[in-house]
């Protein structure tokens, strides 16, 4: 059978679309450099790309190209099926529960928010200054830059007192369609002000460190989402001399930038920008972290695919802490699983995943924060990025499991 490759195909009709770009080797890199250069099939979206351990990817095909899709993949003998029938419809089923949750009476406190629910970017800002305002011995908000077109860039800072703690950072929301992410955020923040002084382990932590969150790391991505296009992944800015906007915030960072795994292509869902750091919600990070000069962890929170991996993602030659993180990546995927039994892969980037240059916590590692891990939350593919909501409280807890375990390793690794 010629270049056997099981695809999950998502067939759709809805707006918003991608050009794939490709570097894997094998069976995909030959179907994908075919739809790179052919016409009618180069209007296409990899949710999922291929793994060692998967040989699978899964495409959102538009309505339009769906025959020339089928033709293609049958004429080459590829086998595929059909993930998600018609996508559209699980967009206006997410909509309109939304709409629903937003009729309820505004939430008076953060007792009162609505954590089961996605909610738009004026909803999350106005959570983050209502906790500032119930918890001002315990949190507050610092606000790092601005985003292209404007909005804050936000990190809320857990901490107890004290000048130059230790801190651990926490990111959601990269990718701007990757909505469980920032609900979990969200229930994240909660979450911390709830158990401190009850929570023994997490009181323990922030004693001794400071935590810092940033629930919308790509503000101007995930208010387009609302507003445009739900499947919208890169940042806003445009880019000079084409028509195609915005750069992948998890390809522009200084570490193997521009190599293998990320796109020159300003109209690729995985272009690096015309340079390192080029964007300001990239930018804004790095210079917190190097002002900053005392970060323990770094932990970067995507979906989906239930992973989670440590450096590097540009080269295959090992991190020197490599036997320490596979462990403690062990060790956090036990705690997770241990709530609802849901099943983690883990291990580095490039060996679980894919290569992928330009990454955010490939940078960290290399800036000597040890501990730099990046989750890839729910589900395997059966939603993809349009989980349902009522799988955000259960991704949530499971999640922050593994993030204690990540915690309490610092704390106690921490001087």
């Known amino acids: ?75 080459e003998d590829i086998e595929y099926f059909i993930m998600i029938k018609d996508l559209q419809v699980m967009l206006d089923e997410e909509k309109e529960q939304m709409l629903s949750a937003a009729r309820a009476t505004a939430p008076r406190t953060s007792d009162d ?19 500032v305002a119930e918890n001002p011995n315990l949190v507050s908000k610092i606000v790092i ?26 990111d959601t929301g990269i990718h701007s369609r990757e909505w469980v992410t920032q609900a979990s955020g969200t229930w994240f923040a909660k979450k911390i002000v709830t158990d401190y002084g009850r929570d023994a382990a997490l009181t323990a932590i922030l004693d001794k460190m400071d935590i810092f969150l940033e629930i919308v790391t790509n503000p101007d991505g995930y208010f387009y989402t609302h507003t445009s296009n739900r499947m ?12 195609c906007i915005g750069t992948d915030p998890n390809r522009n960072w200084d570490a193997g930038f521009g190599g293998p795994g990320a796109s020159d292509s300003p109209c690729s869902e995985t272009y690096r920008g015309p340079k390192a750091h080029s964007e300001s919600e990239v930018k804004s990070i790095v210079d917190f972290v190097k002002s900053h000069g005392n970060l ?44 609802y039994g849901t099943s983690y892969r883990y291990g580095s980037i490039i060996n679980t995943i894919y290569q992928a240059s330009g990454g955010t916590i490939d940078w960290t590692y290399n800036q000597g924060i040890k501990y730099s891990y990046t989750f890839e939350l729910r589900d395997t593919g059966r939603y993809g990025f349009i989980l349902p909501a009522n799988q955000i ?13 990540i915690m309490e390793h610092t704390k106690d690794n921490t001087n």
């Open 1 to 75: 059978m010629k270049g056997l490759l099981v695809l999950t195909v998502l067939f759709v009709a809805v707006f918003g679309l991608g050009l794939i770009c490709c570097w894997e080797t094998g069976p995909l890199c030959w179907f994908v450099g075919l739809t790179c250069h052919s016409s009618p099939l180069s209007q296409l979206d990899v949710w999922m790309e291929t793994t060692d351990l998967s040989p699978s990817v899964d495409i959102r095909v538009p309505f339009t190209s769906l025959q020339t899709v089928k033709a293609f993949l049958e004429t």
């Open 113 to 131: 928010y609505d954590y089961s629910n996605y909610h738009t970017i004026a909803d999350i800002y106005a959570f983050q200054d209502m906790l």
């Open 145 to 170: 830059g601005q985003s292209y077109q404007g909005r804050p860039l936000n990190v809320l800072k857990f901490s107890t007192g004290g000048t130059n703690k230790p801190g651990i950072w926490l």
């Open 232 to 243: 919208w992944r890169k940042t806003r800015k445009p880019n000079p001399g084409s028509s």
């Open 296 to 339: 323990q962890a770094f932990v970067s929170i995507h979906s989906y695919s239930q992973m989670l991996l440590y450096p590097y993602g540009y080269t295959r030659t090992p991190c020197k802490d490599q036997s320490e993180l596979h462990n403690l990546a062990r060790k956090a995927i036990t705690y997770l699983g241990s709530l």
């Open 393 to 405: 409280l259960p991704t949530a807890k499971e999640t922050w499991l593994a993030l204690m375990a």
